[in-house]
């Protein structure tokens, strides 16, 4: 069974651009969900897509969006990057079904310069 | 506000010698708990869950965590350290009731097991 992937592995932007990052869930799963990993922060919660709607949102300003497609998989965007965005970004899975864990893709790094 | 702590960045212990990476947690209710381990350039894998029940839950590769209701705990506790145990564990909370599924975080605990 293939795990959840995200895509790019790495991304470089410039302050101000617009930044865009892909995952593809556990297939199946049907619920992702978006955290940042900042340096010296921990995980921060983002945002939680089930079937196509948004369900929950952390607590990050609006520029920071995103969409969950018919197929499951979702993009998260951030728009007008600040310097402070520069973290690994983690894309999770869960099923249909409430199975409480969360089971996580490899990351994209976004490195804002 | 709701929140976890690891008090320890890090955590060292010889190879076969009991390892305890520490977690508490400040949330109303009796939320769900659950120990995340991550390895170098890979993605958070899950190891163990506490949802309600026995307060002494099993995980992966031979890890166990005690949840304590009046000291607010979940300390993650393995018998017997490896080398390849040594990687950054973080612990995680979700209040309930309610289905938001927003987990919280702690900052990690790096453990290192040495030879």
């Known amino acids: 069974e293939a795990g959840v992937t995200q895509s790019p592995t790495h991304l470089i932007k410039t302050r101000g651009q617009q930044a865009t990052l892909r995952c593809s869930p556990i297939?199946?799963?049907?619920?992702v969900y978006w955290y940042q990993q900042a340096l010296g922060l921990g995980l921060q919660f983002l945002l939680w897509y089930d079937e196509g709607e948004e369900r929950n949102r952390g607590n990050f300003p609006p520029r920071f969006s995103g969409r969950q497609f018919p197929n499951y998989s979702s993009e998260l965007n951030v728009n007008a990057l600040e310097l402070e965005d520069s973290a690994l970004y983690l894309c999770?899975?869960?099923?249909?079904?409430?199975?409480?864990?969360?089971?996580f893709g490899p990351g994209t790094r976004l490195t804002v310069t | 506000a709701q929140s976890v702590a690891q008090p320890e960045d890090q955590v060292n212990v010889a190879e076969g010698n009991p390892l305890t990476v520490k977690c508490t947690y400040s949330v109303s209710g009796n939320p769900y708990l659950f120990w995340y381990v991550q390895y170098p350039n890979r993605g958070l894998q899950f190891l163990l869950k506490y949802i309600t029940g026995d307060n002494l839950v099993k995980g992966s590769y031979g890890f166990e965590a005690e949840f304590n209701k009046s000291q607010t705990s979940f300390h993650l506790k393995k018998p017997s350290a490896l080398v390849s145990d040594s990687a950054l564990y973080f612990c995680?909370?979700?209040?309930?009731?309610?289905?938001?599924?927003?987990?919280?975080w702690g900052l990690g605990t790096s453990l290192a097991v040495n030879p």
């Open positions: 297939s199946g799963h049907t619920s």
């Open positions: 999770a899975s869960s099923p249909r079904l409430e199975s409480y864990e969360q089971y």
């Open positions: 995680a909370v979700r209040a309930r009731p309610g289905n938001n599924r927003k987990l919280i």
